[in-house]
């Protein structure tokens, strides 16, 4: 969410990033926020009068009292009650407009970086830097199902029993890796310095609408029936939310902190569910990066955070590349956005395994998240998330790029302590 001092003083600006991201569908709502706040300003200034009459006016009714004059007081009793009456339908007014602009901020993009790119959607996204050499090996690699079914590692079959498409049964080896990779994920952020998590894999409304847009949470959060409980797409979700209606001390930045957690997803729209695969489902685990920090700070913690997705994977054997996202691309709350994508030598092209957002004081100014300054001053905090490791998407990458042509899989040397073997025979 913008300030709204920035929709009154410059609402070209605010139009021409609407433009951007080609959502001119919301040209419109610039210019009805700013009619409603100027109502809401007028009715505040309003309340504040009334408040004052009421106030001048029940001093006159001691004054009466004291003096005997019963009559007097009774009729300026009279006058405060229906200044009260008043005072009470503005009241309402001023809520509803306060609602009501809210209601429309929440929808308008933020404000995005002059560094992103412009683009209509994902096709137009631009490729930053490789690291690694991409190579294709002289055997078929086979689909990744197939790998994992060969040493047993996966069963589909069961949990489309239990739960249906978009979840799985992963085991031996297979479950081992997993859980591996997750560990070593946790231990290579704390090495950098970052603080490790567990959160709450549920979170109510307010911190949803907090942390994402609606078109976001509709395509993606399950709600718990009959509660206000959302269960959680990523940790980043628990993990800013940890910081909502709070002051930070300056001093105390900035906070960094790694998170894992379940993942649950509804996975609605164009790409659907995989009947048979692992890269697009409703269920899953995630190593997440989260940063607090000052503005001025925050470019840099962006750069830095998927570089250490990059340095991850790279210290697995898997080449990647970096890919910004372009300004139609972008979720409304981000200022600028960077994917890592994974090489994949059977289908000879990299997919996405991770991202890295910026997101200003979007969700900051949504939760309330403010910073005291030294002088007492207070401002809102920037947010940043990045994607350590998702690893259903992480071992379609691990065991393509891993795999011997005799169809057992190596293991890299910085996962060797955590596994305890060399091979996946």
């Not at 090489?343 to 990299?350: E, T």
């Not at 891993?402 to 060797?416: H, K, M, Q, V, Y």
Request: with cysteine; hydrophobic share 35%; proline share 4%.
């Amino acid at each position: 969410m913008i300030d709204i001092k920035l929709i009154r003083t410059n609402p070209d600006l605010v139009k021409e990033n609407i433009k951007k991201k080609f959502q001119d569908h919301k040209l419109e709502l610039v210019d009805q926020v700013i009619e409603l706040d100027k109502q809401f300003r007028e009715t505040k200034v309003a309340c504040d009068s009334l408040r004052n009459q009421r106030k001048v006016k029940s001093k006159e009714i001691g004054g009466f009292m004291s003096k005997g004059l019963k009559d007097e007081a009774e009729r300026v009793k009279a006058e405060v009650a229906e200044i009260g009456n008043k005072l009470t339908e503005m009241e309402q007014l001023e809520i509803k407009l306060e609602e009501d602009i809210r209601k429309i901020m929440l929808v308008i993009p933020n404000i995005i970086d002059d560094s992103v790119p412009i683009g209509k959607d994902d096709s137009e996204n631009v490729e930053v830097e490789r690291f690694g050499e991409p190579f294709v090996p002289d055997f078929e690699v086979p689909y990744h199902v197939d790998i994992m079914e060969k040493v047993n590692g996966i069963d589909l079959d069961s949990a489309r029993k239990t739960s249906g498409n978009g979840f799985y049964y992963l085991c031996g080896d297979i479950a081992q890796l997993q859980s591996c990779i997750l560990s070593y994920a946790r231990d290579f952020m704390i090495d950098k310095g970052f603080v490790y998590y567990i959160p709450p894999f549920m979170i109510r409304s307010d911190v949803v609408t907090g942390v994402m847009s609606f078109a976001e949470m509709e395509g993606m959060m399950y709600k718990i029936e009959g509660e206000d409980l959302y269960l959680i797409g990523t940790s980043e979700h628990s993990m800013i939310g940890k910081f909502i209606d709070t002051i930070i001390p300056e001093a105390e930045l900035p906070k960094t902190l790694t998170s894992y957690s379940p993942c649950f997803r509804k996975e609605v729209g164009a790409h659907g569910i995989e009947e048979r695969g692992v890269y697009r489902i409703h269920q899953f685990e995630k190593q997440e990066m989260i940063v607090v920090c000052k503005p001025e700070e925050s470019m840099d913690w962006f750069h830095k955070l998927y570089s250490y997705t990059v340095e991850f994977f790279r210290t697995l054997d898997i080449p990647v590349r970096t890919l910004e996202c372009c300004s139609g691309d972008l979720a409304d709350l981000k200022v600028k956005s960077i994917d890592v994508e994974a090489w994949s030598p059977r289908q000879k092209k990299y997919f996405e395994v991770g991202s890295c957002s910026n997101l200003g004081d979007a969700q900051a100014r949504r939760l309330g998240i403010r910073v005291k300054a030294e002088d007492g001053s207070k401002y809102f905090a920037h947010t940043l998330n990045n994607t350590v490791v998702a690893p259903p998407r992480m071992l379609i990458a691990f065991l393509e790029n891993n795999l011997n042509e005799d169809g057992t899989i190596r293991i890299p040397e910085a996962l060797r302590p955590y596994m305890r073997k060399d091979i996946i025979k």
